[in-house]
T-cell receptor
Framework: QQQVKQSPQSLIVQKGGIPIINCAYENTAFDYFPWYQQFPGKGPALLIAIRPDVSEKKEGRFTISFNKSAKQFSLHIMDSQPGDSATYFCAARDNYGQNFVFGPGTRLSVLP | DSGVTQTPKHLITATGQRVTLRCSPRSGDLSVYWYQQSLDQGLQFLIQYYNGEERAKGNILERFSAQQFPDLHSELNLSSLELGDSALYFC????????????FGEGSWLTVV
């Protein structure tokens, strides 16, 4: 129940494409869902986050869609650029323990 | 810059040795988390501290231990090191507000030879 599933494991798109990364969870105690972007050799950096009372949140070219009934959420990257090539992690916060559970990550490559 | 400081950035040591990794959380953050990331792997949660007390434990080996001090900095101690312990170790911190999230340091690269 503490798992967050993430797919796909890797993704290759052309510049300008719209990669979509999907995550799913079971634990209804999760109350906050951030996404992190990690470049090789660097720490994960917070990208965008959403609460379950909101169905969509957009920040720049990044959009989170949230489906509370299905317990699924996804990240869309509009007009993707080679500089977006990184590993993306979805996460969920457990409201009881204030702990964060991470998905296994998606390695995105945006081709020029 | 996330505000989370980790030292050392790189460390090379021999099998069987012991090392200590240090983390200073963001100013005001009471929670500290430790994660291990092996090559091309995900983030494996090790342990969480809140205001000096252990809050949650993940897949942390018995050879590993951690603590959070009164000034809120934290140390992760790795002993009897094995080749498989070579990884990037991340510290993260958070406050406890309703909008809190965690912010990661740049990590400590540990290579065991």
């Amino acid at each position: 129940q503490q798992q967050v599933k993430q797919s796909p494991q890797s993704l290759i798109v052309q510049k300008g494409g719209i990669p979509i990364i999907n995550c799913a969870y079971e634990n209804t105690a999760f109350d906050y869902f951030p996404w992190y972007q990690q470049f090789p050799g660097k720490g994960p950096a917070l990208l965008i986050a959403i609460r379950p009372d909101v169905s969509e949140k957009k920040e720049g070219r990044f959009t989170i869609s949230f489906n509370k009934s299905a317990k699924q959420f996804s990240l869309h990257i509009m007009d993707s650029q080679p500089g977006d090539s990184a590993t993306y992690f979805c996460a969920a916060r457990d409201n009881y323990g204030q702990n964060f559970v991470f998905g296994p990550g998606t390695r995105l490559s945006v081709l020029p | 810059d996330s505000g989370v400081t980790q030292t050392p950035k790189h460390l090379i040591t021999a099998t069987g040795q012991r090392v200590t990794l240090r983390c200073s959380p963001r100013s005001g953050d009471l929670s500290v988390y430790w994660y291990q990331q092996s090559l091309d792997q995900g983030l494996q949660f090790l342990i969480q501290y809140y205001n000096g007390e252990e809050r949650a434990k993940g897949n942390i080996l018995e050879r590993f231990s951690a603590q959070q001090f009164p000034d809120l900095h934290s140390e992760l101690n790795l002993s009897s090191l094995e080749l498989g312990d070579s990884a990037l170790y991340f510290c993260a911190s958070s406050d406890r507000g309703p909008g809190n999230t965690i912010y990661f340091g740049e990590g400590s690269w540990l290579t065991v030879v």
